[in-house]
């Protein structure tokens, strides 16, 4: 995989957010999401994608699932092929196979990641170096070895990291900048597990600013966290900020509302 394909693509993938959504899962209860902001956000989100140059395939909404538009936990999208996840939320589980002939029309390798083993696309972090993948309360050793088992016969190095406690994902606390420049927060980056990586860290008291997407050109970050834009401006990043208040009632952010890639 060349460097440049671990954030420019051609295509992502969206699902409209459902009128369930106020029922998805959250950690700690700040607060039901509204429906219509959700809406409105998302909307902001694919636009901002769109404004890339990118291909946007919005996927219609499912009301059986309230956490459906947080797609990234149901699928990895490399340039060689796709891997249907196996989510660890069992409310969540259907979601993949939603997801499942989406990426069939438009990717010719499939591969599943099947039952004990579970995996949810918000601890995998690719880099342009190796795939990272944080344990968590989600994500089990099985699902790691069997992303291995995939991911190593396409040519990938993965190498297995930790999910801080309490935190949901392990791209909740990390995002990709370039392909060898992370931001992270200080409690993940002090775990030691971006060595050799250029790290940028969130501003004190703005860790929630962690999940951010590179996507081509642009980093898209949720507003309301200056200190961390600016250090992103600073670093030569091009900001864009956008709302994320309701899905952060739902410990969603820029990384788990679109899977992103170029398809082969
Ligand atoms: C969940 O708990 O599964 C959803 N409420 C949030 C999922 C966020 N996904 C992500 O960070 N990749």
């Given at each position: ?130 795939i990272l993948v944080g344990t968590s309360a989600r994500t089990n050793a099985a699902g790691i070895a ?92 091009g900001v864009t900020e956008l709302p994320n208040s309701e899905c952060a009632k739902l410990d969603g ?12």
């Amino acid at each position: 995989m060349t460097q440049d394909a671990s954030f420019r693509f051609t295509h992502a993938i969206t699902r409209r957010p459902p009128g369930s959504v106020a029922n998805g899962l959250r950690a700690i209860d700040t607060g039901a999401p509204d429906p219509a902001l959700v809406a409105q956000h998302h909307a902001a989100y694919v636009a901002a994608l769109r404004a890339t140059g990118a291909t946007v395939i919005e996927l219609p909404a499912l009301d059986a699932y309230p956490d459906s538009l947080f797609v990234e936990d149901t699928a990895l999208c490399l340039p060689q092929g796709a891997v249907i996840m196996r989510p660890g939320a069992p409310s969540r589980l259907g979601e993949a196979a939603e997801m499942e002939p989406h990426l069939r029309a438009l990717y010719s390798r499939i591969h599943r990641i099947e039952a004990p083993a579970t995996i949810e696309g918000g601890d995998i972090l690719v880099t342009g170096r190796e795939i990272l993948v944080g344990t968590s309360a989600r994500t089990n050793a099985a699902g790691i070895a069997a992303l291995d088992a995939i991911t190593s016969r396409w040519g990938h190095r993965l190498r297995q990291v930790h999910t801080p406690p309490g935190v949901l994902h392990f791209k909740t606390d990390c995002a990709l900048l370039d392909a060898g420049t992370i931001l992270s927060t200080e409690r993940l980056a002090a775990s030691g597990c971006f060595a050799g990586y250029r790290v940028i860290h969130t501003a004190p008291g703005e860790e929630a600013a962690a999940n951010v997407i590179r996507f081509n050109d642009a980093v898209l970050m949720p507003a309301g966290f200056p200190a961390t834009a600016q250090r992103l401006r600073d670093a030569g990043y091009g900001v864009t900020e956008l709302p994320n208040s309701e899905c952060a009632k739902l410990d969603g952010g820029m990384s788990c509302l679109s899977l992103r890639f170029t398809p082969s």
